[in-house]
């Protein structure tokens, strides 16, 4: 296979070269190149700021008639980034450098300003010391003296770095970590604390309400639990008992009041009541105590029963006092019935 790019050329046999035209070409020809920003610059038309490195697409060109050793010099021709001015600098090969020429200012440089002047300095040195030998042992004495200077103040830095080198700052920065951490701690507890007395206060005063209401509503009946015998009571008595307390009053009174319930009262109009009939009251006779008896009595006699109660009495009543359990009740309707046969 035949290569598709033909590297050589066919030369026909009446080829002659000096027959072919020489194209001439202007000595100040200008050539397209890519190229950076050799240095900082400000446009002059803009004032648009142009930095060190910004790439541009340029015109260079040889300077006619300037040459520095023979070697040649260019020219750059690049626009505005912003107004698109013209903007021309060249090369400087004795400085190793590039010089401004037109359409916009080179911006300040410090660094190069400063060796321009220490070589001033130097060269300024040189000739003063080439013919006075009096000067050179001043500026000999003057450079010893600034060289002991020098070493003073890098031995202080040194001693200043060693002092630093002993402070751990890790160790340091964990010691307010810590304490950061306590400091929360404390605060966390004490907010714990505080929430905690609150709920206690909160919950004492809702007992006490709790207590409060309890008593206003069972103060009846403490007050009749812890309330004292009243001299009266010893007047209540009971023939078979002797005298009654208050406690069992209510326990009597509690039974009657169930028998009630149960089986009907004395007033009650329904068919118990039309069966019982009403005991008549005892006379006022019935009423007076009667001597007591001898105590040496035969056996089987029964004892004479006192009564306290008054004249006109019901027989419900005497009843009750008597003895309050249903039986007696039951046996005390019976005797009345008889009696009332009879």
Known sequence: MSERKVLNKYYPPDFDPSKIPKLKLPKDRQYVVRLMAP?????????????????FNARKETVQNELYLGLPIFRFYIKCTRCLAEITFKTDPENTDYAMEHGATRNF????????EEKKIVQDREEEELNNPMKVLENRTRDSKMEMEVLENLQELKDLNQRQAQVNFEVMLNECKELEQRQKEREQEEDERETKEMLDRALVKRLRDSDSEEEGENGPERSMKHKAYNPTDILTTDTNTGPQTSSSLVVKKQKVESWERSVGGMKGRGALGSLVVRK??????????????????????VKPVTSTA???ASISQTVKVQNGSSLSLLGAYLDSDESHSD
């Open 109 to 116: 440089q410090a660094e190069k300003l400063m060796e321009e």
């Open 280 to 301: 008549k009251p005892a006379s006022s006779a019935s009423a007076i105590p009667q001597p007591a008896c001898d105590t040496r009595t035969a056996p089987g006699a």
């Open 310 to 312: 008054t004249p006109g």
């Open 39 to 55: 240095f900082n610059m400000r446009c002059k038309t803009c004032g648009e700021y142009i930095y060190k490195g910004k790439k």
